[in-house]
């Protein structure tokens, strides 16, 4: 971020640049610019700072709430698979969202894995598998086997 509401071009670093279009979505404000030198354009979110969440681990151990971290994972698991990156935030806004919403400073890592599982089941049942065998930690085919049994059956 430059003085005031100025932003650098992330391609050239240009520091004017003009908003094109501006939308607001539940708890972000969405930016589409245009850099004035280069003529690129990029996407910015403002976001509100909420007070943080605090995700309970497996093991017990506390960690702030971190987007970015969950949106590598659900990235992961959507790698080559036709989900754009405005879908991506639009689930991780909903899960985020639904996470605060609940009224509790702490969540459990195991809440917010079956949220991301149910939003993908939703999406794309080939990402949800890939995120559900790093979460669910499968250790052999026939539990792989059995997500995928589970799956086809709720198709059917």
Request: aromatic share 6%; net charge positive; proline share 2%.
């Amino acid at each position: 971020m430059v003085k005031g509401d100025e932003m650098r071009c992330p391609y050239c670093m240009h520091e004017n640049t003009k908003v094109v279009d501006k939308r607001d979505t539940p708890d972000a404000i969405r930016r589409r610019r245009e850099c004035l030198k280069c003529g690129k354009r990029f996407t910015t979110y403002e976001r509100i700072e909420m007070s943080g969440l605090i995700v309970v681990k497996k093991d017990g151990r506390r960690e702030r709430f971190d987007r970015n971290k969950l949106k590598i994972g659900i990235i992961k698991a959507c790698e080559k698979r036709p989900i754009s990156n405005e879908m991506i935030d639009e689930m991780i806004d909903e899960i985020e969202t639904e996470l605060r919403n609940k009224g509790n400073t702490e969540v459990s890592s195991r809440s917010i894995g079956e949220l991301v599982m149910k939003k993908l089941k939703k999406i794309d049942k080939i990402a949800y598998i890939r995120f559900a065998s790093v979460y669910r930690e499968f250790t052999d085919i026939e539990s792989f086997q059995n997500e995928l049994e589970k799956l086809l059956k709720s198709k059917r």
